[in-house]
């Protein structure tokens, strides 16, 4: 079975340019979530998806930040313009039936250094 | 306020020596307890979870965690540490009311020395 793909794996980019990340989930898995993880933390929710749908952007900056997920499958987070401080890993991760305790798949994540 | 702290930034231990990596909860209800680890430039691999039943809970690669409701405690136990386990643990628990939403704790770097 294959897992979590995610790309790029490494984005280096100038202040105020945007930049897409892209996720491929588990076949199969409904639930697809973004999650941001600083240097020396655990991740921290961005958003979560169930089919197409965003159960759950509270923590999304939305003034910057974006995110789909055409036909329930692929999703792709973006941020326009990025700042400084989004330099960050950023991990996509998958799960089935989300309406039960079923661990969490996590992809390998995309690093993104904003000079 | 719902959330899980690791008290140890980092645990060292001698190679076949028994490891431990803690963790604490404060969630409102039951807890349903998680635990991940990270290597080097990979995403979070699951080890294992308690949702109820058996306080002691067994997972991958040998590793097991118990659940101590007086303590609000799920800290993650190997008998014998091998220098490739050496990566960043992370303890999750599950908010109520959050439909499978994670909290993470800060991890806690485990380095086993030969």
């Known amino acids: 079975e294959a897992g979590v793909v995610q790309s790029p794996r490494y984005k280096i980019i100038e202040k105020k340019q945007p930049v897409a990340f892209w996720c491929n989930p588990i076949s199969g898995h409904n639930t697809l979530y973004w999650y941001l993880q600083n240097l020396g933390q655990g991740p921290e929710l961005l958003i979560r998806?169930?089919?197409?749908?965003?159960?759950?952007d509270s923590q999304l900056p939305k003034d910057r930040f974006s995110a789909e997920r055409l036909k329930g499958v692929d999703s792709t987070l973006k941020i326009q313009p990025a700042e400084l401080g989004d330099s960050a890993v950023y991990l996509c991760?998958?799960?089935?039936?989300?309406?039960?305790?079923?661990?969490?798949?996590f992809g390998p994540g995309t690093r993104l250094t904003v000079l | 306020a719902q959330s899980v702290a690791q008290p140890e930034d980092q645990v060292n231990v001698a190679e076949g020596n028994p490891l431990t990596v803690k963790c604490t909860y404060s969630?409102?209800?039951?807890?349903?307890l998680f635990w991940y680890v990270q290597y080097p430039n990979r995403g979070l691999q699951f080890l294992l979870k308690y949702i109820t039943g058996d306080n002691l809970v067994k997972g991958s690669y040998g590793f097991e965690a118990e659940f101590n409701k007086s303590q609000t405690s799920f800290h993650l136990k190997k008998p014998s540490a091998l220098v490739s386990d050496s990566a960043l643990y992370f303890c999750?628990?599950?908010?109520?009311?959050?439909?499978?939403?994670?909290?993470f704790g800060a991890g806690t770097r485990l380095a086993v020395h030969p």
């Open positions: 991760a998958s799960s089935s039936l989300a309406g039960t305790y079923n661990e969490q798949f």
């Open positions: 999750a628990v599950r908010i109520s009311g959050g439909y499978n939403k994670l909290i």
């Open positions: 998806y169930e089919n197409e749908e965003a159960v759950d």
């Open positions: 969630v409102s209800g039951n807890p349903y």
